[in-house]
């Protein structure tokens, strides 16, 4: 079995800034981090590695520098990483990352052989449009599973897999055909911290990296700022609430009666609104 991972070097969210003209982020200077919600996917990756067998490629599309990321991701466990970089790719929106990503995952797998699973993470921390996962899975005519808390079994033999994923109305069981992409929820899994093996692998290992012409990207307009339609025209921090948290009193009542009490005060026609959506189960 073959799992691509795709992971996103991102900005760490605690130090990030917005330009003031550009409105985009400020990356220089700002230490970098795996995109956390990547980092499920690549767990989850490799426990059905270790459970079925294969390989697990991990690859990412960014500057030289994104090569750190690759390095901890093999660190963590993966087999082998790939770097997509290119000057062509920079200023790239989603629907242009998700073409270049697509590229070179055709070419990972005429390389090192067709992927059976893609996994990615829901979102990343710096863009949160949870559209590159699906944008991708779109170009390789991959079926799709999003949002998924858990993968169930896998049967390579009969090409399905079963996974279970969240839904508003609760949680969905879906068993699916291969292969597949799948975006990963965060809290699914506990990331493993590599052994110290792993990591000096990982430090003398030899970095694959392609460039737009590499990869057998075949359009380079759809490429970067020029194959990038989203324009970002303001960024800027939620205004402060100005009420404060109130305290509520239990005065004898226990606590949650109490504090169902006082939302009742404050909107009066819920209580008769939930009572009335009762009525309908």
Not at 53 to 76: C, N, Y
Not at 177 to 190: A, D, K, Q, V
Request: hydrophobic residues 40%.
């Amino acid at each position: 079995m073959h799992i691509v991972v795709c992971i996103k070097q991102v900005p760490d969210s605690a130090q990030i800034r917005v330009h003031p003209v550009t409105n985009t982020i400020m990356r220089q200077g700002v230490p970098t981090i795996i995109n956390p919600y990547d980092l499920f996917a690549l767990e989850e990756a490799l426990r059905l590695r270790d459970k079925l067998g294969g390989e697990v490629t991990v690859l990412t599309m960014g500057p030289p520098s994104a090569e750190d990321s690759l390095r901890k991701a093999l660190t963590i466990g993966a087999n082998r990483a790939v770097l997509l970089t290119d000057r062509f790719f920079a200023g790239a929106d989603t629907l242009a990352t998700s073409y270049a990503l697509a590229a070179a995952i055709r070419k990972i797998g005429a390389t090192f052989g067709a992927p059976d699973i893609v996994f990615t993470g829901k979102q990343t921390i710096d863009g949160d449009t949870a559209q590159v996962g699906p944008g991708i899975c779109k170009r390789l005519d991959f079926l799709q599973l999003t949002y998924v808390s858990k993968v169930c079994s896998v049967d390579l033999a009969g090409r399905t897999i079963e996974v279970e994923r969240r839904s508003e109305g609760g949680v969905q069981v879906l068993r699916s055909n291969l292969p597949c992409l799948i975006t990963m929820l965060e809290g699914t899994n506990e990331v493993r911290r590599g052994s110290m093996q792993n990591a000096l692998n990982a430090a003398r290992a030899e970095m694959v990296k392609w460039s737009a012409q590499d990869a057998g990207v075949e359009d380079i307009s759809k490429c970067g700022l020029r194959g990038s339609p989203t324009v970002v025209k303001r960024v800027f921090a939620p205004t402060p609430r100005a009420e404060k948290a109130k305290v509520v009193e239990a005065a004898g009542q226990p606590p949650a009666e109490a504090l169902i009490d006082e939302i009742f005060k404050l909107r009066p026609k819920l209580e008769a609104e939930m009572f009335e959506l009762a009525r309908g189960f």
